[in-house]
């Protein structure tokens, strides 16, 4: 089954949002390098958390700007370093909170994989292990935290397999890239991944195609508020 008439091309589209998240901070996760999935796994972290985008990025840039990019140097910040730079970021209603997970997980991390994201990747024995071992790294991580980062790993790490994001499921109903009554999250995603390759794209550029729908999509939430507005 195909999409109705698709409004808009995927190409196109990309370009106007935007491409993936990880792009967007200067992470080049092509060559699937460890420090650059840490990188991109640190600004997860931050994007899960209950705050804007905007506030995430700037204290990811924040992160960068003092060279806290690696687990161990998330570690040897400690927690009194992490709470100053969150706060520098913009954290501050959720700076002691966050401070404590970032410091958990990473442990976790240099515990259990050497700190290397990739051998937990290879540890994993399918798709849903590699989500558990993810929020098994620590309280805190959650879905919503494991899909962001996953989305991003999609089409470069076999088992990455999150679910669509609902802010994108919409984004491509609106735009017409999927019908209305497609109701199954694998069908959903396999007409876009169609959509995708039929516009001449690879699959490790997918999350590109992905990224500009949650960005749409959050678009849209937000043009709900608008219209709806609190009494």
């Known amino acids: 089954m195909r999409t109705g008439q698709i409004k808009k091309n995927p190409i196109d589209f990309v370009a106007e949002q935007g491409g993936s998240y990880a792009f967007v901070l200067g ?14 796994f640190l600004a997860a972290l931050l994007y899960g958390t209950r705050i804007s985008e905007k506030i995430a990025t700037h204290t990811w840039q924040v992160f960068q700007k003092h060279h806290v990019m690696s687990p161990r140097q ?19 209603r959720y700076d002691f909170k966050t401070a404590t997970k970032l410091l958990t997980v ?22 849903c292990d590699l989500e ?22 999609r089409g470069r790490w076999c088992y990455a397999k999150p679910a669509l994001s609902p802010l994108a499921w919409r984004a491509a109903t609106e735009i017409g890239y999927l019908i209305k009554n497609v109701k199954n999250d694998a ?5 876009l991944q169609i959509i995708w390759s039929d516009a001449n794209q690879t699959a490790a550029k997918f999350p590109d195609f992905e990224a500009a729908l949650v960005r749409y999509g959050l678009y849209l939430r ?7 507005p609190n009494p």
């Open 222 to 228: 937000h043009q709900d508020k608008s219209d709806h």
């Open 106 to 127: 990473n442990q976790a991390l240099l515990s259990d994989y050497d700190g290397d994201l990739n051998q937990l990747h290879a540890a994993a024995n399918d798709a």
């Open 187 to 191: 069908r959903a995603l396999e007409q």
């Open 74 to 92: 998330v570690i040897n910040t400690g927690w009194g370093g992490l709470v100053a730079l969150l706060d520098e970021g913009g954290y501050a």
């Open 132 to 153: 558990q071992r993810i929020m098994a790294l620590g309280k805190g991580i959650g879905k919503v935290t494991t899909q962001i980062f996953l989305r991003e790993m």
């Open 27 to 40: 992470i080049d996760l092509i060559g699937l390098k460890p420090i650059e999935i840490y990188k991109w």
